[in-house]
């Protein structure tokens, strides 16, 4: 089988590009290497355009913008993984406007696409799409509410949310196979501390004997799942042909504080870095409060592939230290 990730030089879609090639398929990435993926996180050597980067991975530079340069590598493929986005609260702080361009414009580039070579496709949405709905459990079937437009956070959300409507009106009008994903707070090696989420951020801060900055009281809720699982609990998703048609909370269960997330890399890390608040307005200027937290009902995900991610945090954390001290390790 052959398929096309977009976004594959990512955080999860450079999992996902491993776990596919693991099983033996071919790959084609298309990435215009916007965030904070790299090219050589699929193969040894650097890349160029077009050029075969693993035996059975191959690499165009480009972006799902460009609907000439997706049509020519959807035409080449039996599947299509869609992740491409602008990703994480300072990226799409830094220009909502283009969140909204990339995560619904780029999404209606690879719909038309897919709809043109009849390729099925596979979303990966989010939970920012339910908003900030703290001590509810959120089902696929509820309403969305990025939030307000005052507060441009809601914009990716909402991009999310839209073109999630977009690939339903496909889905109803064509019969395309299309399943999206919703994914909640995922984690793991090869996060960036740049994306300015919390987990690689604390560990990034710990592993420097810095203070791990937490913005507010830290009461904040999230669960968090390690990439590794929820990129296995995508592809069996994606290989029931049950599954398209259907939209798929996946994520973990188990809810964590943000200030109780600190004060576990303080202690796996063992460097003694202390935890110092900041003010929510302070970190994020303009943006009222953070979300409160969001909490996935997984029974759809868990009828489907017969599990859902379990991965206990303190195992994925211990994995990220490993990490970055490799990587700190001075060359022998
Ligand atoms: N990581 C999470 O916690 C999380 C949670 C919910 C949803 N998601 C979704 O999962 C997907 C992957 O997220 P991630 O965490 O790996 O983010 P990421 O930023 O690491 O990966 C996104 C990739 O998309 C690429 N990209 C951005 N704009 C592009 C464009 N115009 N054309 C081609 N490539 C472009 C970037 O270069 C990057 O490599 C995204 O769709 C995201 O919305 C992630």
Redesign the pocket.
């Known amino acids: 089988m052959r398929h096309l990730v977009?976004?594959g030089?990512?955080?999860?879609?450079s999992h996902l590009v491993a776990a596919l090639l693991a099983r033996g398929d071919e790959v084609e990435v298309?990435?215009?290497?916007?965030?904070?993926?790299h090219a050589d996180r699929v193969a040894a050597d650097r890349p160029t355009a077009g050029s075969r980067v693993h035996p059975l991975c191959a690499w165009t530079h480009?972006?799902?913008?460009d609907p000439r340069a997706v049509e020519r590598v959807v035409a080449r493929v039996d599947r299509v993984w869609h992740?491409?986005?602008?990703?994480?609260v300072p990226r799409v702080l830094a220009d909502p406007r283009r969140a909204v361009r990339?995560?619904l414009e780029?999404t209606e580039v690879v719909l038309d696409a897919c709809v043109a070579a009849r390729v099925p496709l596979v979303f990966?949405?989010?939970?920012?799409v339910y908003g900030d709905r703290a001590g509810e459990l959120l089902r696929e079937d509820d309403p969305v509410s990025p939030g307000a437009t005052t507060s441009m956070r809601g914009s990716y959300g909402a991009s999310?949310a839209l073109a999630e409507w977009s690939l339903a009106a496909v889905r109803r009008t064509t019969g395309l196979p299309i399943l999206v994903a919703r994914?909640?707070?995922?984690?793991g090696p090869g996060?960036?501390a740049g994306?300015g989420?919390v987990l690689p951020r604390f560990v990034e801060q710990a592993r420097r004997g810095r203070p791990l900055t937490v913005y507010g009281d830290g009461a904040q809720r999230r669960c968090f799942a390690d990439v590794r699982d929820v990129v296995e609990h995508l592809v069996r998703l994606a290989d029931l042909d049950g599954a398209y048609g259907g939209t798929f909370n996946l994520g973990s269960r188990v809810e964590s504080t943000i200030l109780g997330l600190a004060e576990l890399v303080r202690d796996l890390a063992g460097t003694g870095a202390e935890i110092a608040h900041v003010p929510w307005a302070e970190a994020f200027p303009g943006e009222e409060r953070d979300v409160r937290g969001r909490l996935p009902d997984l029974s759809r995900l868990a009828a489907a592939v017969g599990s859902v991610p379990t991965t206990r945090l303190e195992t994925t954390i211990a994995a990220m230290l490993s990490e970055g001290a490799r990587a700190a390790a001075p060359a022998p």
């Open positions: 977009t976004g030089a990512g955080f999860v879609g298309l990435d215009d290497l916007s965030g904070f993926g480009g972006s799902v913008l992740l491409a986005a602008v990703v994480g990339v995560n780029g990966t949405s989010s939970s920012e999310k994914l909640f707070n995922t984690v996060q960036s994306h989420m």
